[in-house]
């Protein structure tokens, strides 16, 4: 049984998807919550396995809610449902440990699919959504680190592993493989060590 948390700030919405998945004998709504702050309660105090995440929402933000479930219910999966597909919301959102990304005009059959899918770990991204990742990595911007991927640089300066870089950052290996992919197209280099002394010679860092 895959136990469900609905997330958003609308009851009209919250109503909406209880009933999508009533009468489905593999998933069960524990509980809903209006804001951020409430899932990362209600997943304490009750668990759950997955969570249908909101984005924009008061008190919590979906993406801050996000890295909190990530540091404090690592087990648990959370799937984005939103209106939003803008680069500002779906790459924090990813960054964030989010385990799939879904448009609230996805029908009922790709919801159902999709919580099956984030439950056993698989990564669910709307086609919009995935077509903008992929613009991500193959169209880096040359010029400046972003603070991101300064941090990340910073890390590996440090001797950070990539399992450690995303630990310490609270993003996944994936985002720090992309990160780097980012940087070395940026800094016009090859590798992690060159990279950090482009970093050095620019003085990007101490």
């Known amino acids: 049984m895959i136990r469900l948390l609905i997330v958003d700030d609308h009851p009209v919405v919250r109503d909406g998807l209880r009933a999508t998945f009533t009468g489905e004998p593999d998933i069960e709504v524990?509980?809903?919550?209006?804001?951020?702050?409430?899932?990362?309660?209600?997943?304490?105090?009750?668990?759950?396995d997955v969570v249908l995440m909101d984005l924009r929402m008061p008190e919590l933000d979906g993406v801050r809610a996000i890295r909190r479930l990530r540091e404090t219910a690592p087990d648990t999966r959370v799937l984005v449902l939103t209106?939003?597909?803008?680069d500002s919301d779906v790459l924090p959102a990813i960054e964030a440990g989010a385990t799939g990304y879904l448009l609230k005009d996805a029908s009922t059959e790709e919801?159902?699919?999709a919580v099956r899918a984030a439950?056993?770990?698989?990564?669910?991204?709307?086609?919009?959504?995935?077509?903008?990742?992929?613009?991500?990595?193959?169209?880096?911007?040359?010029?400046?680190?972003?603070?991101?991927?300064l941090d990340v640089l910073k890390l590996v300066a440090e001797g950070a592993t990539n399992r450690e870089a995303a630990s310490k950052l609270f993003i996944s290996e994936a985002s720090i493989k992309t990160h780097l992919l980012h940087?070395?197209?940026?800094?016009?280099?090859?590798?992690?060590?060159?990279?950090?002394?482009?970093?050095?010679?620019?003085?990007?860092?101490?």
């Open 183 to 206: 940087i070395y197209a940026k800094l016009d280099v090859r590798d992690r060590a060159a990279a950090v002394g482009e970093a050095y010679r620019r003085g990007l860092f101490d």
């Open 119 to 149: 439950h056993r770990g698989q990564s669910v991204l709307s086609p919009s959504v995935a077509n903008r990742l992929i613009g991500q990595v193959r169209k880096p911007q040359r010029g400046t680190l972003s603070p991101r991927e």
């Open 83 to 86: 209106t939003f597909d803008t």
């Open 111 to 113: 919801l159902l699919k």
């Open 30 to 48: 524990i509980g809903e919550a209006g804001d951020g702050r409430q899932a990362v309660e209600m997943v304490a105090q009750h668990g759950a």
